[in-house]
Nanobody, 115 residues
């Protein structure tokens, strides 16, 4: 059974940075597409970024392109999301998932960006 646990969230001022981590157990990242999603207050779940772990090919939602970096350490079964130049629009609960729709995701970690 897949078990995902996110960490690294917190409160930062606009322009700041955070690095999120997601550790997976009961699952291997090899030959998989892993994703980060987020849900802002009062809004639906939205896809943020994905990585193909065998090729390190990455894709990003347009508003985070150039500011966020997704990475995977397959030896540690850990997924990362480096977030720079954060804005108040990035405030959300962030989830890692084994799919782009977030059907299999962890409990999430809160990111709050203040102006």
């Amino acid at each position: 059974q897949v078990h995902l646990v996110e960490s690294g969230g917190g409160s930062v001022q606009a322009g700041g940075s955070l690095r999120l981590s997601c550790v997976a157990s009961g699952y291997t990242y090899v030959s998989t597409c892993m994703s980060w999603l987020r849900q802002a207050p009062g809004k639906g779940l939205e896809w943020v970024a994905s990585i193909i772990t065998t090729t390190n090919r990455t894709t990003y939602r347009a508003p985070v392109q150039g500011r966020f970096t997704i990475a995977a350490d397959t030896a540690k079964n850990t997924l990362y999301l480096q977030m720079n130049a954060l804005t108040t629009e990035d405030t959300a609960v962030y989830y890692c998932a084994t799919d782009r729709l977030g059907l299999n995701r962890g409990p999430g970690t809160q990111v709050t960006v203040s102006s």
